[in-house]
Structures are given as structure tokens and as C-alpha cells.
């Protein structure tokens, strides 16, 4: 006869590969996605009146990747794959997340590295702003 704790344990077992497979899955889907949001956006800056149905396909991505990371709170995997996915994007959008994140004493210090290192395809445009938080970074 089984008992519950070798049952769960044997369940565990089973489950923990699939979970594994899961996460790994939504990681690969999210820093895909990051890469794609990119390159629409620099097809849209080069036409942007002839690929102006991109504008809100972009704004779209640039929302859910923004309720995904607010949506994470203490998951640091999810976390740390939705800032990867930001700056792989490289949204302007992303910036106050990404900011908010660099500033926050009370993340891990990785987690505010990543966000700092995910504010590089934004940077030509915030480059002073970026050079800061990365210094202070150093500092903390």
C-alpha cells in the first residue's frame, strides 16, 4: 500500500519533466516574441506609411509584455524572461517598467541588472539616463 507522501513524491517525479518542458516552452515563446515586436518595429520606422497597420500590432506587444512582467510579482523566472522579451523588443513603452525595476532596492540585484542590460536597444534615445542607472548599479 502506497502511502500520500510517496504517492506525491512519485507524482512529482512524473510532473517535474513537464514542468521543466513548460517553462522552458514560455521562455523560448516570450523571447521570440521580443525579437519579432523588433524587427516590426524597425520595418514600421522604415515605412511607416506603408506598414501603418503595424503601429498597433506593436503597441499590442509592447501592453502584454508590460501586464506580463507587472503580473510576475515574486516568479523571478517569469520575471527575468519578460525583461529579456522587453529588451529584445526594444519598446519605448517598456522604458518606465524597465526603469521602475533598475530603481527598486528590493529586487534581487540580477533581476535589476537584466532590466538595466534590457534598456539597451532603448538606450540611443535615453543613453545619459541609462549610463546613470548602470553606474548606480555598480555603486549599490
Known sequence: MFFPSVLQQQLNQELQPQQQQCRHTRRTALLALGSVAFKLQMKHKRHPHQLSYLEPVIQRI???????LREAGQQQDLKLNVIKAMGNAGL?????????????????????????YALRRIAPSIQSEVRALTTSLKVS
Do not use: D, G, M, S
Not at 513603452?93 to 524597465?98: A, D, I, S
Open 62 to 68: 509592447a501592453q502584454e509584455l508590460i501586464k506580463l
Open 92 to 116: 519605448p513603452q517598456c522604458t518606465r517598467e524597465l526603469f521602475n525595476i533598475v530603481r527598486n532596492h528590493n529586487e534581487p540585484i540580477y533581476v535589476r541588472e537584466k532590466a538595466c
